[in-house]
Antibody, heavy 117, light 107 residues
Framework: QVQLVESGGGVVQPGRSLRLSCAAS????????MHWVRQAPGKGLEWVAL????????YYADSVKGRFTISRDNSKNTLYLQMSSLRVDDTAVYYC??????????WGQGTTVTVSS | EIVLTQSPATLSLRPGERATLSCRAS??????LAWYQQRPGQAPRLLIN???RRATGIPARFSGSGSGTDFTLTISSLEPEDFAVYYC?????????FGGGTKVEIK
C-alpha cells in the first residue's frame, strides 16, 4: 500500500547535526513533489521544506533556511532532511508528506527530534 | 506570507451535533485551500482539497466551502471519532502555511 516511513530522529545537543530519512513505497516516488512538515510539542503544523520531482528545485521556511537541506534519491525511493546547527526550538515531530493537487495526501507517521543539552 | 486564522480555537459539541469551522486568509488564496484532521498521537489526514473536494475515503458528513479569503469546514453530524484538531492549509502563493487549528472537543 501507499506508505511513507520516517526514521533518523533522536536526542541531539544544540549545534549538532542530524539526518532524517523518509522511505516511500506503493507509488511512483519520482512523480511527486515531497515535503517535510514539523510539529513542536503541543503546537500546530509548520511547513519546513519542499523538493521538486527530480530534486532540482528546493524551498525552505525562513526558520530553517541555511541550516536544513532537503534532498531525495529517486532510485532508492527516499527523501532526506539534513539538519545542522540544531536549536532547541527545532524540537518537534517531523513528518514527510506527499503533495498531490496542492495538498498533502499521504503522510508518514513522524519521527521525533529532541534538541537538548 | 499568507496568514491563515482559524476560529474558534476550541469548539465544544455533542455527538450528533453540527460543527462549523472557519478559516480566514490574510489575502486571497483562490480555492487552493485544504483541510486536515489530526487525532491525538496520529499524523494529519487530508479531508478536503481545493476548498470543497473531499479526499478519497472521506465520509460525506465532511464538507468544505468558500473561496478567496473565507472558508468553512462543516461536519454535519459529529461521530465520536471526529473529536480531533482540524487545520487549514494554503498553497496559493509564497511559503506554504497552515492555520493554527481548531480543536473539536466533546461537551
Amino acid at each position: 500500500q501507499v506508505q511513507l516511513v520516517e526514521s533518523g530522529g533522536g536526542v541531539v545537543q544544540p549545534g549538532r547535526s542530524l539526518r532524517l530519512s523518509c522511505a516511500a513505497s506503493g507509488f511512483t516516488f519520482g512523480s511527486y513533489e515531497m515535503h517535510w512538515v514539523r510539529q513542536a510539542p503541543g503546537k500546530g503544523l509548520e511547513w519546513v521544506a519542499l523538493i521538486s520531482y527530480h530534486g532540482s528545485d528546493k524551498y525552505y521556511a525562513d526558520s530553517v533556511k541555511g541550516r536544513f537541506t532537503i534532498s531525495r534519491d529517486n532510485s532508492k525511493n527516499t527523501l532526506y532532511l539534513q539538519m545542522s546547527s540544531l536549536r532547541v526550538d527545532d524540537t518537534a515531530v517531523y513528518y514527510c508528506a506527499r503533495e498531490q493537487d496542492w495538498a498533502f495526501d499521504i503522510w508518514g507517521q513522524g519521527t521525533t527530534v529532541t534538541v537538548s543539552s | 506570507e499568507i496568514v491563515l486564522t482559524q476560529s474558534p480555537a476550541t469548539l465544544s459539541l455533542r455527538p450528533g451535533e453540527r460543527a462549523t469551522l472557519s478559516c480566514r486568509a490574510s489575502q486571497t488564496v483562490s480555492s487552493y485551500l485544504a483541510w486536515y484532521q489530526q487525532r491525538p498521537g496520529q499524523a494529519p489526514r487530508l479531508l478536503i482539497n481545493d476548498a470543497s473536494r473531499r479526499a478519497t475515503g472521506i465520509p460525506a458528513r465532511f464538507s468544505g466551502s468558500g473561496s478567496g479569503t473565507d472558508f468553512t469546514l462543516t461536519i454535519s453530524s459529529l461521530e465520536p471519532e471526529d473529536f480531533a484538531v482540524y487545520y487549514c492549509q494554503q498553497r496559493s502563493s509564497g511559503p506554504l502555511t497552515f492555520g493554527g487549528g481548531t480543536k473539536v472537543e466533546i461537551k
